[in-house]
């Protein structure tokens, strides 16, 4: 009894801890909140072009200027506004350095093809360093260095094959212990020459050449639909309709899904927080992929330098208690940093793929209808290589890297296809598992495919743990596959 009854104050004590326990800093990303607003109008008659470009992140915009730049008439379809949903919360490394894929590419698909991976990621940090020297974009653009280390000596192995990997295809990768990380490694993947910059003010650059000359950025504007016809694609809308030759999804997760991409896309959330410390930080871009993924970089603020320290991943929709995810970031920034504030905190969803390859190219079953998703975190060069690749792929120019990112290449990883449809298919059957609130007259059953959403705690959002829908705490749909919002009357 006397032990019940200590168990009880402990878990008092906890849950009130819990209840006490303020995010450090703003609910906003840095990129989001150091810019302004943009105020593009919505869709406002039906018109024509030749190619409709839907959603307005890196690989929407980024398609949309090639395209322009090649003489085709556009237009941008964002349901929100743009470069505010997962582009607006990237950590913005501009890198050829992905974690440990360069060892799986070699084993899965042989080294000839994983050289293709490996060039077009390269060839993308040249493009957006010369986009922002040759159009004069200012966006805090500099080169730096990007690592993957290990504190943990059982993963020095996986750090040199991955070097051997990275170099075989022809790569700039080197071993290293030393870093300007204030807390000692065990070694890290290094490659020189890699990139960051602030993507918000790049992007916002690229928006304002492309509007204009019959170019069109529509806002708080949803895609609905998209009605196929030999020749013309009809883009149907909550504002009206586009008629246009060619269509391209870039909404993170295709709303239009004729290849049954919410078997083959695995949403995947993390935590960011934005810390200022009293050291001089360090200035490399680095990733550790040991038990405890973490991500940091140096990000220039007008009132002085500021770390962003990320991690604490989770599959979407699969973790309620996100308070916590942000508290454990919180005591690493304290651990590892001289800090001195935290003013940002903010999340973000990427898309992995089972075999680790985006998809990008021709939308399966569709002649004129092309797609780019699945960047596995790795956004600002695999979104600028699929701009490179799918706008080549509508003007039938040659690309020598489409077929390898082709959406309807065979499945390779069955494996990791059948573990995460069993995990999806899990989630159908899982009750509700979040604490309250419990709407009273909300049906909590996503409106994509009927998986039951969960409280998100940090958030206040509702998020489908099966392909990553999410809605505000009304229900509004705030991010896709799902496009409408929960329903009012069935209450369950
Ligand atoms: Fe597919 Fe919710 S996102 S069922």
Not at 231 to 238: E, F, P, Q, R, Y
Not at 331 to 355: C, G, K, L
Not at 390 to 418: G, H, M, T
């Amino acid at each position: 009894m006397k032990f019940s009854y200590f168990e009880f104050i402990i878990k008092w004590a906890m849950k009130n801890q819990e209840k006490n326990y303020a995010l450090p800093g703003r609910f906003e990303s840095f990129w989001i909140d150091s810019t302004p607003e943009t105020n593009f109008s919505p869709l406002g008659k039906n018109i024509s072009v030749d190619v409709a470009v839907i959603g307005g992140g890196i690989a929407g915009l980024t398609s949309a200027f090639l395209l322009k730049n090649e003489g085709r008439t556009i237009a941008i379809i964002e349901a929100d506004r743009i470069i505010k949903d997962v582009t607006g919360h990237t950590t913005a490394k501009i890198t050829s350095l992905h974690g440990y894929i360069y060892k799986h590419l070699i084993d899965t698909f042989g080294q000839e093809k994983a050289r293709l991976y490996a060039e077009g990621n390269q060839k993308a940090i040249k493009q957006i360093a010369s986009f922002v020297k040759d159009l004069n974009i200012d966006c805090d653009f500099e080169r730096a260095s990007a690592y993957t280390y290990t504190e943990n000596d059982q993963q020095l192995k996986q750090i040199e094959n991955e070097i051997e990997a990275a170099q075989k295809l022809g790569l700039p990768a080197s071993f290293t212990k030393e870093t300007d990380l204030p807390f000692k490694i065990k070694g890290a993947v290094y490659f020189e020459d890699q990139a960051q910059f602030h993507p918000r003010k790049y992007l916002l650059g690229l928006s304002k050449i492309i509007e204009g000359d019959k170019n069109f950025i529509f806002e708080n504007t949803r895609a609905l639909a998209i009605k196929e016809d030999d020749k013309i694609l009809t883009i149907v809308t909550n504002r009206g309709e586009i008629k246009a030759k060619h269509a391209i999804i870039a909404t993170h997760f295709p709303f239009y899904d004729k290849g049954r991409f919410y078997t083959k896309l695995y949403p995947r959330r993390s935590y960011v927080l934005g810390v200022k410390i009293k050291s001089e930080p360090p200035k490399g871009m680095y990733y550790s992929r040991d038990k405890d993924i973490r991500s940091i970089r140096y990000i220039k603020t007008e009132k002085g330098p500021m770390l962003s320290i990320g991690g604490e991943g989770h599959k979407a929709g699969q973790v309620t208690d996100t308070i916590s995810l942000y508290k454990n970031l919180e005591n690493y920034a304290h651990e590892r940093f001289n800090v001195e504030s935290i003013d940002y905190h903010w999340s973000t969803q990427d898309n992995d793929t089972p075999d680790g390859v985006p998809y990008i190219g021709r939308s399966p079953g569709s002649k004129n209808i092309y797609l780019a998703t699945g960047f596995g975190g790795w956004g600002m060069t695999n979104g600028t290589l699929a701009a490179t690749i799918l706008k080549d792929l509508i003007l039938d120019y040659p690309n020598e890297w489409a077929p390898f990112f082709d959406p309807s290449r065979p499945l390779k990883q069955v494996k990791r296809f059948f573990t995460e449809g069993i995990n999806i298919a899990g989630q159908y059957a899982n009750k509700y598992i979040s604490k309250p609130p419990k709407p009273s007259d909300l049906s909590l059953s996503c409106t994509h495919l009927g998986c039951r959403a969960n409280w998100n705690n940090a958030e206040k959002t509702w998020d489908c743990p099966c392909h990553g829908s999410r809605f505000s705490k009304d229900g509004k749909v705030i991010h896709g596959p799902a496009l409408r919002d929960l329903s009012k009357k069935d209450i369950k």
